[in-house]
């Protein structure tokens, strides 16, 4: 039920799934995000002699961080570093600003909404009671069973290491749907939770907005800050591009799904997570995906894709992962998605394909 990332793989790990494409030469670094990990006054507040870690893509390079401070720039060496994160101790003269990355004479630097804030030394708190210094929800926009989890990196002030309660909070009921626990969490340090998304009795949490609100376990009281807020949704729509509806359930031809146009090698996302049930080739529907929805009883179709799925049956698949592209193979005119849902027990198992596909999809992509 708890699940606690160390610090380290957390927030390396949190940017470089972002993911996205863009475009930048194949194999130069870039930077996602800094956040202080030792000797902090915030999350992006440190000083020198803090330890912080740059978060981003191709970063296994960086030799190099610079800071902002004295006449120019003031540089520090970087260790600890992996294809994704780097980490420095801030120098005596750095000053607050962007930071950037050298690696092999090529210079990324961190987003102008993410500059890292020095303070001096003697704001880093050292002693005193749990106090919660800031809170920041990552991603704020998150699925049940999804590749990023909804989590929060916190930072508290504090005199040793504390066993700290997170509270999920819906903010439109204003009720807590879950109460966890983060063991021997670090003060003064950056923490990484992640929530599993689940309400205490084991069922997926309903759609909505939520925050984390955050304290220490001893005290039972807990408090939020303005950036600990997420919306959660159990479903996300399968096309991330510009996309139009086809024919529905029924058309007078007994259609079993919905159509949804959209570009040739658009990618496809999985609707809900699972397990892949079936990865085939057919006459009619050309190349096709049947998913096992994770805590459905559903199953979800997929069919016309460009190529065969690369994921093998069994395969476990998480919501929003790419699972393929749009394609016409089999009896398509025209790229799109063929989408089915079918009840329980499933996709020809004694299920039925539901009426109700374009209603879902509809709801589905008013959130994503
Ligand atoms: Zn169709």
């Known amino acids: 039920m708890v699940v606690a990332i160390s610090i380290a793989a957390g927030a390396g790990v949190a940017s470089a799934s972002r993911g996205g494409g863009g475009v930048g030469t194949p194999g130069s670094p870039r930077l996602s995000d800094v956040v202080c990990l030792q000797r902090c006054a915030g999350l992006r507040v440190a000083a020198p002699g803090s330890r912080v870690q740059l978060s981003g893509r191709n970063l296994d390079g960086v030799t190099k961080v610079e800071f902002a401070g004295g006449a120019g720039h003031v540089s520090a060496a970087a260790d600890s570093v992996t294809p994704t994160s780097a980490e420095a101790t801030v120098p005596a003269a750095a000053k607050t600003g962007r930071l950037k990355a050298l690696a092999y004479g090529v ?75 983060d063991p021997a969490a670090a003060p003064n340090a950056l923490n990484d939770f992640t929530w599993d998304g689940l309400l205490q009795d084991g069922r997926p949490a309903p759609d909505g907005d939520y925050a984390f609100r955050i304290g220490s376990a001893a005290a039972g009281t807990a408090t939020a800050t303005s950036d600990s807020d997420f919306t959660y949704h159990q479903f996300r729509f399968p096309i991330n591009a510009r996309h139009s509806y086809g024919d529905g359930y029924g058309a007078g031809r007994g259609h079993q799904g919905q159509d949804v146009f959209a570009r040739c090698g658009t990618k496809l996302r999985a609707v809900r997570g699972g397990r892949v049930q079936m990865n085939k080739v057919q006459s009619a529907a050309g190349n096709y995906l049947v998913i096992d929805g994770k805590r459905t009883k559903k199953d979800y179709m997929y069919a016309h894709l460009l190529t065969p799925s690369p994921l093998e049956q069994g395969a476990r698949v998480h919501t929003g992962q790419a699972i393929g592209q749009v394609g016409q193979t089999g009896n398509a005119s025209g790229c799109h998605l063929h989408f089915e849902v079918w009840s329980s027990p499933g996709w020809y198992e004694g299920g039925h394909a539901l009426p109700s596909v374009r209603r879902l999809l509809d709801t589905w992509d008013a959130w994503s």
């Open 107 to 181: 210079a990324a630097r961190t987003p102008r909404r993410k500059r890292l804030e020095i303070v001096p030394p003697a704001r880093i708190p050292d002693s005193g009671d749990f106090q919660l210094s800031s809170a920041e929800a990552h991603p704020h926009r998150t699925y049940y069973d999804g590749l990023r989890p909804p989590g929060v990196q916190y930072l508290f002030a504090g005199a040793a290491v504390t066993d700290v309660r997170i509270e999920v909070v819906d903010l439109t009921t204003e009720t807590v749907v879950s109460t966890l626990v």
